[in-house]
């Protein structure tokens, strides 16, 4: 069919990394909305944001403005342990599905935390050091961010406490025993060591936790301590500037072949892979001078674009967070167990949140047996044990090369792989033993935590 004229993995050398991160915001007409501070519900400040976040990244936090900010030469010596990472073009599954579809996907899952986020991790913990902090404390769901950022700090000899949701530290103990390796403490929360902890226990005696508890915890533990600064894994515009590196690689790839993509998917939680992938084109399309079909997919479990309201909330479940301006289900939202634990953070990210409510991309949501049947076909044709996180992606890829199957368009189609699945084999152990199921909250139940919204 395909003459394969491009190569099965598109490398870059070191010199083709980019020497930037691009901040899209600078691209958008319509800025994000800024933090509020919950007390007062005016505009967080440089200097209120710095009690609990690194002095340089509150910078990039409010900064809307500065187009590229350059990425400090130790952070990049560092991400050359493991970037460029390849963008491969999915020959194998293109042939298997009989498309006319190009597919190519972008594999962040070369590095030992499994996943992009340690793109991220390595930035916030490098300004945490340069401020002459003792450490870091932060929250992990399913465990990718955790392990990240304690491979960045025992890189950088900071200290790094990690509280991680109860049940993917019961059922992910392996996870768990890397951040040890790496150095890191490791407490399953809601843990009775603070005090929102202890509440969220009292209230809910039993729970297995959940991702905007387990930051309660993590803002919490870093405020009572000066030494001490809070990290945050995703959601924040900080997160995405750092994350643009997966998308100015891509590009660069796809440039040196001449290849213009018709559609970019990515999975999205907090929304930082899926903001730092579609980056350059996302800026593209904000300044006119291209046009892509962007298309976000989320779990049926935990629907924030597809049936969130885009209203200002917390971004934890003690409600002692900085209020976002986000599509949310509510803080107070706690999804049922699913496998994708990565998805399952209550609100998106306020950047994503506001091109999505400017139709500037699309969202889709799918359910998590259709989406470990696309990880079992994808790891059985291409070989990589996709994370269930971005099988959400694959199983929408695979949707769309499917459809120019029948329509015999050509289409390019660009996902990301955001990581591998090795520590998820519990969940495929579900699914190949058939006891998988779909659970997807009810209009109710939405409508129950969406009530509960801070009013502003
Ligand atoms: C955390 C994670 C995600 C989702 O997080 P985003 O911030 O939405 O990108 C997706 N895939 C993997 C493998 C992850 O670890």
Same mark, same amino acid.
């Given at each position: 069919m395909s003459e394969k004229t491009i190569p099965y993995k598109i490398y870059l050398n070191e010199s083709e990394m980019p020497e930037s991160w691009y901040n899209l915001r600078a691209d958008m007409k319509?800025?994000?909305?800024?933090?509020?501070?919950?007390?007062?519900?005016?505009?967080?400040?440089?200097?209120?944001?710095?009690?609990?976040?690194?002095?340089?990244?509150?910078?990039?936090?409010?900064?809307?403005?500065?187009?590229?900010?350059?990425?400090?030469?130790?952070?990049?010596?560092?991400?050359?342990?493991?970037?460029?990472?390849?963008?491969?073009?999915?020959?194998?599954?293109?042939?298997?599905?009989?498309?006319?579809?190009?597919?190519?996907?972008?594999?962040?899952?070369n590095n030992t935390s499994g996943s992009h986020k340690l793109n991220s991790a390595i930035a916030q913990a490098y300004y945490a050091k340069k401020q002459g902090l003792k450490?870091?404390?932060?929250?992990?769901?399913?465990?990718?961010?955790?392990?990240?950022?304690?491979?960045?700090?025992?890189?950088?000899?900071?200290?790094?406490?990690?509280?991680?949701?109860?049940?993917?530290?019961?059922? %992910?103990?392996?996870?768990?025993?890397?951040?040890?390796?790496?150095?890191?403490?490791?407490?399953?929360?809601?843990?009775?060591?603070?005090e929102v902890g202890r509440k969220i226990l009292a209230e809910h005696p039993g729970t297995n936790g959940s991702l905007g508890c387990a930051i309660s915890e993590a803002v919490e533990a870093a405020a009572k301590d000066p030494g001490y600064r809070y990290v945050l894994g995703s959601v924040l515009n900080q997160v995405l500037l750092h994350q643009s590196v997966i998308g100015l690689e891509t590009k660069t790839a796809l440039d040196k072949y001449g290849i213009k993509p018709d559609i970019i998917i990515g999975c999205a939680g907090g929304g930082s892979n899926l903001g730092g992938l579609i980056a350059p084109f996302m800026g593209e399309k904000l300044r006119g001078e291209a046009d892509y079909r962007i298309v976000a997919v989320e779990p049926a479990s935990c629907p924030s674009f597809t049936r969130g309201t885009f209203a200002y909330d917390f971004c934890d479940t003690g409600m002692i967070c900085p209020l976002a301006k986000m599509y949310t289900l509510g803080s107070s939202f706690m999804p049922s167990p699913n496998h994708a634990g990565g998805l399952r953070f209550h609100g998106m990210s306020s950047t994503l949140s506001q091109l999505y409510h400017?139709?500037?991309?699309?969202?889709?949501?799918?359910?998590?047996?259709?989406?470990?049947?696309?990880?079992?076909?994808?790891?059985?044709?291409?070989?990589?044990?996709?994370?269930?996180?971005?099988?959400?992606?694959?199983?929408?890829?695979?949707?769309?090369?499917?459809?120019? %199957?029948?329509?015999?368009?050509?289409?390019?189609?660009?996902?990301?792989?955001?990581?591998?699945?090795?520590?998820?084999?519990?969940?495929?152990? %579900?699914?190949?033993?058939?006891?998988?199921?779909d659970e997807i909250p009810t209009d109710e139940q939405i409508a129950a935590s969406v009530a509960k919204l801070p009013k502003v």
């Open positions: 319509e800025k994000p909305a800024p933090l509020l501070n919950p007390g007062t519900g005016q505009p967080l400040t440089a200097e209120e944001l710095s009690a609990v976040f690194c002095e340089e990244l509150v910078k990039q936090e409010l900064d809307d403005t500065t187009k590229f900010i350059k990425i400090p030469e130790e952070i990049r010596n560092f991400y050359k342990m493991y970037r460029p990472s390849p963008l491969v073009r999915a020959y194998c599954l293109e042939d298997k599905l009989g498309t006319p579809a190009k597919i190519y996907y972008k594999f962040e899952g450490g870091v404390t932060t929250e992990t769901g399913a465990g990718q961010w955790g392990t990240a950022l304690s491979m960045a700090c025992s890189y950088l000899e900071l200290d790094c406490k990690v509280y991680m949701v109860k049940v993917s530290y019961e059922q %992910k103990p392996f996870r768990r025993e890397v951040m040890r390796t790496y150095g890191a403490s490791v407490v399953p929360s809601p843990s009775d060591t603070t400017d139709g500037y991309m699309e969202a889709v949501s799918v359910e998590q047996t259709e989406v470990f049947e696309a990880a079992e076909q994808f790891a059985r044709i291409e070989g990589i044990l996709p994370a269930p996180e971005s099988s959400h992606a694959i199983k929408v890829a695979i949707d769309e090369a499917l459809k120019c %199957k029948e329509t015999g368009e050509e289409k390019t189609i660009v996902f990301g792989l955001t990581g591998t699945g090795y520590f998820d084999l519990y969940a495929y152990e %579900k699914y190949n033993d058939g006891e998988m199921s």
